[in-house]
């Protein structure tokens, strides 16, 4: 697991983060994974006034968050979730680390263990763009959200939004929100059928519940 990969100070990264804080309902416990730096952390906790803690696998991000207040340990999605009981917060958030995690299903279900309802967001590796590097150039696609050559990258599981779609009914979960955000950081229209979202959507942000 690592870091987001999404600069902070970028116009597309500031979506991200609002967009998921937008899901997230005001006076709730919330667990954010790969948290990074904190921003959303702080955002959370600021604006919502949410009781916010976070795990980060990177020492630096740990510290960076401990100097701002926030309550962030050292841990790995991929092996450490299991350690938290059963509904122990409202939301368990993975913003643009899911494709890090060696284990992305078994991640996706924890989360749901533990939280009432989990949010993720991922870059989607069926944008056209990306599509279009890979047939005309031949070549592991580099764009502005996933900036690093195929041998420096921490990704290792890439997906698309309609792979996601197909994993949230392989653990059995529901969709309660999606929002797909364009090349300008702009929100697709909501309506639009899962094909379009697919095609033109350089990055999604679910919002998911079990379905009992």
Not at 36 to 43: H, I, P, V
Not at 170 to 182: H, N, P, T, Y
């Amino acid at each position: 697991m690592s870091e987001r990969q999404f600069p902070v100070g970028s116009d597309t990264a500031r979506v991200d983060l609002l967009v998921v804080a937008d899901m997230v309902a005001s006076n709730t416990r919330v667990l954010d994974i790969g948290c990074g730096d904190g921003t959303l952390l702080r955002l959370l906790a600021e604006d919502r006034g949410v009781d916010a803690r976070g795990i980060e696998l990177s020492q630096r991000g740990v510290n960076d968050c401990v100097a701002k207040g926030l309550s962030v340990i050292q841990g790995d999605a991929d092996t450490d979730l299991i350690d938290y009981p059963d509904d122990s917060f409202d939301y368990v958030i993975l913003s643009q680390t899911l494709q890090a995690t060696r284990n992305p299903k078994r991640v996706l279900e924890q989360m749901l263990r533990i939280g009432r309802r989990a949010i993720v967001s991922f870059p989607n590796f069926g944008h056209w763009r990306i599509r279009g590097q890979l047939i005309f150039r031949g070549r592991m696609p580099v764009t502005e959200n996933l900036p690093l050559a195929w041998y420096e990258t921490p990704n290792i599981h890439f997906c698309t939004i309609r792979d996601f779609v197909a994993l949230v009914d392989e653990v059995d979960a529901k969709i309660d929100r999606a929002v797909a955000l364009d090349s300008s950081g702009a929100p697709m229209r909501v309506s639009a059928p899962w094909w379009v979202w697919n095609m033109f959507g350089e990055q999604a942000v679910f919002l998911l519940e079990r379905q009992s």
